[in-house]
């Protein structure tokens, strides 16, 4: 089996910074591309950042300048920084991975349990 597990979230103030980290682990023979998302209550799951195996990166417009999103692939983790935090930026940050679980399968994708931004004014 596959688990990604997030960490990094927390409490900030507006301007402030934050790194969320994505660990994946289990059977695990290569990852795609990876990604982070977040979701605020009745509104829907918006992608943020993704980032293929090979390092191309794409952000959704609002984050653009001030998150980079990178990856570790000795390490199966890929990660999330996050500066200049606007109050808008607070939401629950999911991450995404589509792992070959092995050689000659395709993709599955997991999600991580999510981690709680909250950035204060």
């Known amino acids: 089996q596959v688990q990604l597990v997030e960490s990094g979230g927390g409490l900030v103030q507006a301007g402030g910074s934050l790194r969320l980290s994505c660990a994946a682990s289990?059977?695990?023979?290569?990852?795609?591309?990876m990604g982070w998302y977040r979701q605020t209550p009745g509104k829907q799951r918006e992608l943020v950042a993704t980032i293929t195996s090979g390092g191309s990166t794409n952000y959704v417009d609002s984050v653009k300048g001030r998150f980079t999103i990178s990856r570790d692939n000795a390490k199966n983790t890929v990660y999330l920084q996050m500066n200049s935090l606007k109050p808008e930026d607070t939401a629950v940050y999911y991450c995404?991975?589509?792992?070959?679980?092995?050689?000659?399968?395709?993709?599955?994708?997991?999600w991580g349990q999510g981690t709680q931004v909250t950035v204060s004014s």
């Open positions: 995404n991975a589509a792992v070959i679980r092995f050689y000659g399968w395709g993709p599955t994708l997991y």
């Open positions: 289990g059977n695990i023979f290569s990852i795609n591309n």
